[in-house]
């Protein structure tokens, strides 16, 4: 049913966007593109598997559990590995490589390859105009457009919001204002992160958990934020929606297979309209 295919376009779109929007952070105040951001996605996937199943939490507060953590991990992060190649984005990239084989398989050994499956949090489903909707694809929507909701008032409201935006811009001018850029960064990352861990613990709960399942996640990441223009949150919003929408509504037509292919026939046919993408900035 078409009515169906398109709210599973509007819940891929919501974990797109998160996933793009942390990218786009890190990118627009470090300069960096973060590739170990799918192992991140991962993370905080086992994060709300192991809260709730071992520590016993309810799906909701084990994902607010470990989207927190996971962010104080992207400080960490931050801090260690990628602020001495803040001017060195090459090298910070062969960091990320590094980090992507590392984590990967730190988790394979600590909890093995095995797929783990979350208990359904939310049981039934509702009706709305003839779409039978699970409650845990609704969550999934629901939770992302809260997540995007406080990122945007975050950013355009705080006064960190208005450094990050700052930095994004001139650096150099930034740092002359007084705006502290370390701090920036690691607040920068522990965002990306944070939204990251979201998309990763809300996708848990629909689908397997295993170390590898990052590598999609990055994939669709960076075609939004090409998509949409890098350094743009609005665009990455914009981009996400339409490579989810895509991915929602075309296997309804056709195989699986031709709705990745469509995503990016439309990236190539917008970045020749558009080189810096649809609300890309030099």
Do not use: W
Not at 63 to 92: C, H, N, Q, Y
Not at 227 to 249: C, K, Q, R
């Amino acid at each position: 049913m078409l009515e169906q295919s398109i709210f599973n376009g509007l819940m891929s779109s919501g974990i797109y966007v998160l996933i793009a929007m942390g990218l786009t952070l890190v990118l627009s105040i470090l300069g960096i593109v973060q590739l170990a951001h799918g192992e991140i996605y991962m993370l905080g996937a086992y994060g709300v598997y192991f809260l709730s199943t071992m520590a016993g939490l309810h799906f909701l507060p084990a994902l607010l559990v470990s989207m927190a953590a996971t962010g104080l991990l992207g400080i960490v992060l931050e801090k260690i590995f990628f602020r001495p190649f803040r001017s060195d984005p090459e090298r910070a990239v062969i960091v990320a490589i590094g980090l992507i084989l590392f984590l990967q398989q730190a988790v394979f050994l600590a909890v093995g390859g095995v797929p783990k499956s979350l208990p359904n949090p939310f049981s039934g489903v509702i009706n709305v105009g003839g779409i039978v909707i699970p409650m845990e694809r609704l969550i999934i929507v629901l939770g992302a457009l809260v997540f995007i909701a406080v990122l945007f008032l975050l950013i355009n409201k705080t006064k960190m919001g208005q450094a990050m935006m700052a930095v994004s811009q001139d650096r150099d001018s930034a740092s002359l204002y007084g705006i502290n850029i370390d701090r920036t960064s690691s607040f920068a990352m522990f965002l990306g992160c944070f939204l990251a861990a979201a998309a990763g613990g809300l996708v848990g709960s629909i689908t397997s958990v295993f170390p590898g399942m990052g590598g999609v996640a990055l994939i669709k990441g960076i075609a939004v934020i090409i998509l949409g223009g890098l350094g743009s949150i609005t665009g990455a919003v914009i981009g996400g929606f339409i490579i989810g929408m895509i991915d929602g509504i075309i296997p309804v037509f056709f195989s699986t297979q031709v709705s990745s292919v469509t995503g990016f026939v439309i990236i190539i046919v917008i970045l020749i309209l558009r080189p810096r993408g649809l609300l890309g900035h030099e």
